[in-house]
Structures are given as C-alpha cells and as structure tokens.
C-alpha cells in the first residue's frame, strides 16, 4: 500500500519530457596542436606546438605518440630539426632552444638566454653540433659545439627580424629570410661568418601590392627557392646570390607560404593551393589536396613520399608524389555549418574555411572524410541544400555556387551575380521548389534561380543587412532573416522583397523556421548586444515577441521543428534547448560539447547537429505513432495491455483516441521513478501504437500511464531478461 500510495505521489508530480536517447557525439575532430614538423625519411618524423607539445610518428603517420607533453604558460615551439633519429633541435620565444639525443623522449633546454633572449623562429641542424638558428631582432646564432657555446652573427641585417625562414645546402651555403614586405634576403658562403645582402623585390611586376616573402628552401649544391605573395616565385642557382622569377604571378591578394625542394629541378610550391614541378619551373601541375584550410607545414621526404600539416587537424600524407593524398587523423576538427538531410539515409554536411563536404549514405552510420576535391571549393561553404538524394547546392564566400545532379559526386561551379560582389558572400539558401532556390547574403542582395540554380536572377528587397536565412511558403511566398533583426518577406504578385518587421537593432536574426502558424526566429548578439534570443509568432501576430533569452548570454545560430510541438535551438558553447509547446518555453539539454554548433536538421526519428571542431551531434527521438488505417475512429479513450508481456527488451503499446488531443505517454518503476516518456505532445484522433524498448533498463515490474484529455489509465508490464 506504502509503494502504491508513493507511486501515486511521484506520478502526480512527474516533469514533462520528451521520450528519447540521450546525445550522441557522431563525429568529433582531435585538436592538434602543431607549429611545424621534421622528417628523416618516409617513416620517422616529429611535429612540435604549442607549450613544447611534440609528436612523433615512426609508421609514416598511421600512428603519432606524444613524446613530450605540452607544458602549460611555457613557450611555443616554432620550429625542430633532426639530422638523423636520435639528434633534433627546437626553439621557441625568449632565447629558448631544446635538444634531444633519445629521438625526442627527452628534452634539454640548450640555449643561452642569459645572453641571447630574442624569439626565436627557425633552427637548421647541418649536423649533431653545428647548427644555426634565426629570430627576430636580427638574431643569427650559430653554435658548433651541439649547444654548449653560441656565436651571434656581427651582421646589423637591416634592423629587420630573420622570421621568414632559414635553409642550408651544407655548412657553409646559406639563406636566410625576412618575412617582411619588401623581399629581403641575405646569403653566406663561408658559415655564417658574412652576410650579403640581396633583396629580390624588383621581381615582382607592377600592379602587385605585397612583395613579402615567406619561406626558403634549398637544394643540390647551390639552389634555394623562396616563395611569395601573388605566387611570386623566385630560384637562385648560385648560393642566393642573384634569382629570376619562375611560374605564374597572379594579381589577386593570394600568396604562395610554404615551399619544399627534391631537388634544383623538383620542388613543391603550397599556399591557396599546391603546385609541383620537375623540371625547375618551366612547367606546373596543380594538385589536389582535398582541402583548401590554410597550409601550415609541407615536408617532402623524396621523389615519392611527403607530408601536409594543414589548420584544424587537416593532416595528409602522399606516397605517389602528390598525385594523391590521404588523411592521417581519422576526422579534422574543422567547422561545420550547413547540413542537409533530403533522404532518410543521406546527409550532408559542408564546412568553413576549406571548402570540404561530407555525405553519408547509410543513415549517419558512416561519413565520407571532408573534402573539396569534388566542389572545387577554396573557400568557407555556408550552406548545403539538397531537394532530394540526387539534386542539392553548396554556396559561400566569393559568391561561389557548386550544383550537384548526382548527388555529390560531382559539382559544377557557377557563374552568378554574387562573385561581382567584392568579398560577396553566399549566408542562405533554400528551395522554394525543385528548380526555384532562393540565395542571398551581403548587403541584403537576394538572388532566385528558376532552374535548380544554374542561373540566379536578382530580386529587389528594401533591406540591406546581411541576410543569413531564408523560410519559404511557395515560389513567391518567402520570408528572409537577417542582420540587424530585419525580417522581409515577398507574397505572390509583389516584385520586390519588403521590410516587415525589425525584431532588435543591436541583434542578428540567424534563422527562421516556420511549423504549421507558428514562426520562430533566433539571434545571435552583435556588437557586444548580448546572448541569443527566441522569438515566436503566430498567426494574426503583427510581430514576434521575445519568449527565450540565453541565460548565460550565449548566442543562438539554428531552430528546428521535429514535430508540430517538438522543437530544437542551438548555439554557442554547444547549448541546445528543446521546448515540447512549440516554443513557448525551453529546457536545456546536455549536447556532450562546449563547442559552438551551427545548424540542426531533423529527419526519420534522428536530430542531427553540426558544428565547429568537426562535431556531429545525433539524437534519436521516438516519434513512432501508426495509425491503424481504419476510417473510423474510436468511441473512447482507452489504453490497451502491452504486447508482448511479459518482454524482453521491446514491447507494443496500444491506445485509442476518440478525437485529437495531447497526450502523455509515461513509464515508471516500481518505487514510482519515471524512466521513460514515450509520448508527450498534440496527437490526432486514432488508433496508436508506441514501442517501448528497455533495452537500457533492469528486470522487473514497470507501470505505463496514457493522460489523454481528461482520461487517464495506468497498466502493469513485466521486463524479463
């Protein structure tokens, strides 16, 4: 009677839920920490970052072990050398300079910094003692005694910081660099005891802006190769004592950042994108990398072998070459924001900043590893729309517009209005139907295509803040949000878009979302305006009002319904809040990441989130009501026993609704505990059925309670495993 009566008390007093698993972290990228790196041969190398973290790989890159953890406060490593696999150096800020004898397991700090205190960028190991290291002040030290004693070069280099590189093609021929506008370059031929001064400037031809200069590399006897803003390449082939241009120079703000030498005639050139040559620059090819994130480090080991270090765990490997490359880490930690979910099974995601997408066809099981080499896309991808498994388009920064008929497996790149745009931006995109898709972003300029978005077409709209999402009710029935909470909206017959309401000044509408007569739009805040809001409208509303604040003051970037009342928000710091009354109120949710997420799609009972640090959310929402095909409806509310009972771990339970209404659906333990609700929202008149898996669950006696109306019904079942 006790455990009845208790029962009785914590039914009454059960919170609302929504029934479904918890979230589940798909896809996550490692945040690996890397400055730059040194390889011996195909298989052994090091990569040192911040706080003197350092890797070490002696599979060619399959495997990478933490030999040295990074120290928290303590001083970046910028650059390491080796000169076989025992004998490396490193150095960081404040004179700093580490060596290692045991292949990096241990570390000794070797450098004088009672004397010697500037930041220092580059180390060049020629051998086990003589190694020289450059830095900013003008700083060239050269130590011939493996660290125990350091020399300083007498020579003034022009005031200027040796930041650009340093490389060597023995003891005695060297070059090193200014990463300076200007092109500035200094030679030895006697070790480091003179200096020359050559700046190679005059090589860039008029109209460039920049002749900045930002690595060296050397080769055979006497060859080094520096790379440089607007692709400038130049070659010297006597010890850095004069040089020519080689290759294409491009008028754009490009630059080519890392350069690595076979030898005087095969040489790799990375930056915007890769190119090679084998025959000193007369002839190039492109290759292709799979991503266009910035380059951080480029080792070529031989003819055939080399390594790309590339922003947010873009790691890639060739052994053809660089015909082809292949990723080192399992999934890059890069920032996803669009996703699109047109089949039960497909979904695609693009990402910022490398211009890669993935698809999985198999429902979310498997994910294809991000990459550009299909879109062709060197740039930030804001959004990703399919229409269905074969049809979709990416779009983004430098109005660039891929179109896919075959469901991603190739793209082609299309020429619109928006790349006359400087810096134009694609922030929206949507299918008002299988050819009609609305685009827009900069400056409030909205573009339709009439053909599935081969050609855009402008459309005239008062506002011009960025708009970022788009909501469509018909072909020309549309509702734009954007910057500044400026929302505007075209109706059939209307020429142009019209303001319609302005939601906040000081804050930015990032998406819109629309469920039967209910609108919801959420805000990010700009200018310091604070954290994310909600606002909601319904019909015969003249405008939505506030119903959410973030409490912590984050912001919010993407809204999605699941059903007429479940509805999903998420946002900076990995919050995500559902609300189970269309938007009226929120309750957080824990998304298992602190990272900020970008965009929300729901389909077949699984709500999926993307966002930054190659994060893929899933969350599998039990929303199986079947009717039972029957044109009449029920005389009464009823709540049918389980079948089968008693279970193991699944059963069906039956219920009967006379006529439309909210139901709750809610399971509880012996002692009165609420372990599951299975429904709990706005169904229809019917016959229903909910299945109940305890897969997660102990053995024993459960009770499941149906609120229906005014009706209410509580059922035993038995859980045998």
Request: proline letters at 3%.
């Amino acid at each position: 009677m006790k455990k009845m009566l208790l029962f009785a008390i914590v039914v009454l007093l059960a919170t609302t839920m929504v029934f479904s698993q918890s979230w589940e972290v798909v896809k996550k990228g490692e945040v690996q920490s890397v400055n730059t790196s040194a390889f011996i041969d195909a298989n052994t190398g090091w990569l040192v970052g911040d706080e003197g973290l350092v890797h070490k790989t002696t599979d060619g890159g399959n495997t990478w072990t933490v030999v040295r953890e990074a120290v928290p406060e303590s001083e970046d490593w910028v650059s390491v050398d080796f000169v076989d696999a025992n004998v490396g150096y490193a150095c960081a800020d404040a004179g700093n300079i580490f060596k290692t004898e045991d292949g990096g397991d241990t570390w000794t700090m070797v450098g004088d910094t009672a004397n010697y205190q500037a930041d220092l960028e580059f180390v060049e190991a020629i051998d086990a003692n003589l190694v020289y290291i450059a830095g900013e002040d003008s700083t060239m030290l050269k130590t011939e005694d493996g660290g125990e004693t350091y020399t300083r070069s007498d020579c003034t280099f022009n005031g200027e910081d040796l930041d650009g590189g340093i490389a060597f093609t023995d003891a005695n021929c060297g070059v090193v660099i200014s990463d300076g506008n200007g092109g500035n370059t200094w030679y030895t031929h006697d070790g480091g005891e003179t200096w020359n001064f050559v700046p190679v400037g005059s090589h860039w031809p008029p109209g460039t802006i920049s002749s900045r200069i930002y690595d060296v590399a050397a080769a055979g006897d006497s060859t080094f190769l520096i790379s440089g803003y607007h692709f400038v390449t130049v070659i010297s082939h006597d010890g850095g004592k004069t040089y020519e241009r080689i290759g294409n120079v491009s008028y754009d703000y490009v630059r080519n950042e890392l350069v690595a030498m076979v030898s005087p005639d095969e040489f790799y050139l990375g930056g915007e994108y890769m190119v090679k040559t084998t025959d000193s620059g007369s002839t190039w090819d492109t290759l292709t990398v799979g991503s266009a994130q910035s380059m951080i480090d480029l080792q070529i080991v031989d003819s055939d072998n080399g390594y790309l270090f590339m922003n947010y765990g873009h790691w890639m490997k060739t052994t053809d070459g660089g015909s082809t490359w292949s990723p080192l880490l399992d999934w890059p930690a890069i920032s996803f924001w669009g996703l699109s979910t047109p089949t039960d099974n497909k979904i695609i995601l693009s990402a910022w900043g490398g211009g890669e997408i993935s698809i999985s066809e198999d429902g979310g099981n498997t994910f294809s590893y991000p990459s550009n080499a299909a879109t062709g896309a060197m740039s930030h991808l804001y959004e990703c729309e399919f229409i269905d498994a074969d049809n979709g388009i990416v779009a983004g920064e430098d109005g660039f517009i891929g179109v896919t008929e075959d469901g991603g497996a190739s793209w082609t790149s299309v020429t619109n209005p928006m790349q006359d745009v400087r810096f134009g931006t694609y922030n929206a995109l949507k299918y008002a139907s299988p050819d009609t898709i609305y685009g827009s972003g900069d400056d409030g300029l909205i573009f339709r295509s009439p053909d599935g978005g081969y050609t855009w077409n402008p459309v005239s709209s008062e506002g011009e803040a960025d708009i970022l999402d788009f909501w469509t009710f018909g072909i020309e029935d549309v509702v734009t949000a954007g910057d500044d909470g400026l929302i505007c909206a075209i109706k059939p017959g209307v020429d142009s878009f019209a303001v319609v309401d302005t939601l906040y000044h000081e804050k930015d509408i990032r998406a819109v979302e629309y469920k039967n007569d209910v609108g919801l739009f959420v805000t990010a805040g700009a200018y310091n305006a604070g954290g994310g809001t909600v606002n909601r409208i319904t019909a015969g509303d003249d405008t939505a009002a506030v119903v959410f604040t973030e409490p912590d003051g984050d912001d919010i970037y993407d809204v999605e319904f699941v059903n007429d009342t479940l509805v999903f928000i998420v946002g900076e710091n990995g919050k995500i809040y559902r609300s189970g009354d269309a938007g009226v109120s929120w309750t957080a949710e824990d998304s298992l990441t602190d990272v900020t997420l970008q965009k929300t799609s729901y389909r077949d009972g699984k709500l999926w989130v993307v966002g930054q640090g190659g994060v893929v959310l899933k969350k599998m929402i039990e929303e199986s009501s079947i009717e039972n095909g029957s044109k009449t409806l029920p005389n009464e509310f009823s709540l049918e026993q389980n079948y089968p009972n008693p279970f193991n771990p699944t059963t069906v339970i039956s219920f009967a609704l006379p006529k439309a209404t909210n139901v709750k659906l809610t399971v509880y333990n012996l002692v009165g505990q609420e372990v599951a609700t299975l429904k709990d929202g706005h169904m229809k008149a019917g016959s229903h059925q909910m299945t109940f898996d305890a897969a997660n669950l102990a053995s024993g006696i459960y009770f499941y309670r149906l609120e229906a109306g005014n009706y209410t019904q509580l059922r035993k079942m038995t859980l045998l495993k």
